[in-house]
């Protein structure tokens, strides 16, 4: 079945680092592809999506390319802020909606 | 445009108690999701609704899970009896259609002790 596989967390930088958020998925078909940003103690909220191969998604200075040909949509920031400080997960649909799978997360840490 | 909503916000009880989640979606999303996040975990789908009918409810545990949506809007979800590994956050979602991601609530956190 469709399968989303992320980077291990928790990852930890300092403020205005340069942040990679790896995320790498199985599925049948042309999936759409999310980020989905949960903040402490908040519900899920959708960050950026894509929905065909080579779309750039972006949002709050975040960006992420879906690759078809590595199977990959990483998420990046070029200068992160404390306040990024949550958990991402990867997620895909198919074409339909259908078969929304979720990865496990990763969680950002951002220091001062 | 509102959000979706879900109540309670937390829930604490007992195991082989019995309790029930709402969920109020977005208006106009005909598709409404269940998921279940258990802590450090991704949300795992327990069932899809496309109106008021099921699409997907290979996840959910039927011997103890059911969910209804009435009249194609609000929906609840029950659990009875209750395990104590059934703790854990339960997330509504709607979405208007395929493509453009879902809209999720705040959850309801269940704590069976």
């Known amino acids: 079945g469709d399968s989303v596989t992320q980077m291990e967390g928790p990852v930890t930088l300092s403020e205005e680092a340069f942040l990679t958020i790896n995320c790498t998925y199985t599925a049948t078909g042309y999936p759409s592809l999310f980020w989905y940003v949960q903040y402490p103690g908040e519900g899920l909220q959708l960050l950026l999506k894509?929905?065909?191969?080579?779309d750039k998604g972006s949002n709050k200075g975040f960006e992420a390319t879906y690759r078809k040909e590595t199977t990959s949509f990483h998420l990046e920031k070029g200068s992160v802020q404390v306040s990024d400080s949550a958990v991402y997960f990867c997620?895909?649909?198919?074409?339909?909606?259908?078969?929304?799978?979720f990865g496990p997360g990763t969680r950002l840490s951002v220091l001062p | 445009e509102a959000g979706v909503a879900q109540s309670p916000r937390y829930k604490i009880i007992e195991k082989r108690q019995s309790v029930a989640f709402w969920c109020n979606p977005i208006s106009g999303h005909a598709t409404l999701y269940w998921y279940q996040q258990i802590l450090g975990q991704g949300p795992k789908l327990l069932i899809q609704f496309q109106n008021n009918g099921v699409v997907d409810d290979s996840q959910l545990p039927k011997d103890r899970f059911s969910a209804e949506r009435l009249k194609g809007v609000d929906s609840t979800l029950k659990i009875q009896p209750a395990k104590l590994e059934d703790s854990a956050v339960y997330l509504c979602?709607?979405?208007?259609?395929?493509?453009?991601?879902?809209?999720f609530g705040s959850g309801t956190r269940l704590t069976v002790v």
């Open positions: 894509a929905t065909k191969a080579d």
């Open positions: 997620a895909l649909s198919g074409y339909y909606g259908q078969n929304f799978v």
């Open positions: 979602a709607s979405s208007f259609g395929a493509n453009y991601g879902y809209t």
